[in-house]
T-cell receptor, first 117, second 118 residues
């Protein structure tokens, strides 16, 4: 079965510093990986995805993620954190057959990012 | 603002009540989803509708009854819920067609209904 792990419950970073939110995956076959962000009392918002191609994926709001096959990781990064980036971040992997025409995602447990002024 | 609209935003109901949650999208998406999310936890998939047909039921108790009246609407009917069913209920949608790219289209989430069962 497909799974992702987010080893950190919380990441603290000062505004202006680079940030990394970690995710490792376990899949059979090719990985289809996603990052979502959730602000308080909101639904999840899509940030970026890795399907195939370049290992460095660029997404919304200045975020990027680095796919590393040998380390089975898909860490989320941003060169300079903003206080407004403080939120809950979920890594996810597609589960199930590819030809069903809909998404079945397995989410990680989430990492709370706190950016201090 | 999200393109998936959920109503109501908040709902308090007793264990003997019957209520419904509503979700609407006008993006032409043909797959719609219900998720349940407890505080500080990841969303848990409950149901998936594809072309208005129920495709996935993740062994959800029968006190939750989904309905997809048309391609834009998704309802979740609630009856005889328990206090542990209190959670944020999220609706989401994705395109659903035969194009390869749509198989990995991101989920578009609504802002959810905060349900409290007393």
């Amino acid at each position: 079965a497909q799974s992702v792990a987010q080893p950190e419950d919380q990441v603290n970073v000062a505004e202006g510093n680079p940030l990394t939110v970690k995710c490792t995956y376990s899949v059979s076959g090719n990985p289809y990986l996603f990052w979502y962000v959730q602000y308080p009392n909101r639904g999840l918002q899509f940030l970026l995805k890795y399907i195939t191609g370049d290992n460095l994926v660029k997404g919304s709001y200045g975020f990027e993620a680095e796919f590393n096959k040998s380390q089975t990781s898909f860490h989320l990064k941003k060169p300079s954190a903003l206080v407004s980036d403080s939120a809950l971040y979920f890594c996810a992997v597609r589960d199930g057959r590819l030809n069903t025409g809909f998404q079945k995602l397995v989410f990680g447990t989430g990492t709370r990012l706190l950016v201090s002024p | 603002d999200t393109e998936v609209t959920q109503t109501p935003k908040h709902l308090v109901m007793g264990m003997t009540n019957k209520k419904s949650l509503k979700c609407e999208q006008h993006m032409g998406h043909r797959a719609m989803y219900w998720y349940k999310q407890k505080a500080k936890k990841p969303p848990e998939l409950m149901f998936v509708y594809s072309y208005e047909k129920l495709s996935i039921n993740e062994s959800v108790p029968s006190r939750f009854s989904p309905e997809c009246p048309n391609s834009s609407l998704l309802n979740l009917h609630l009856h005889a819920l328990q206090p542990e069913d209190s959670a944020l209920y999220l609706c989401a949608s994705t395109p659903n067609d035969s194009a390869w790219g749509s198989y990995n289209s991101p989920l578009h989430f609504g802002n959810g209904t905060r349900l409290t069962v007393t």
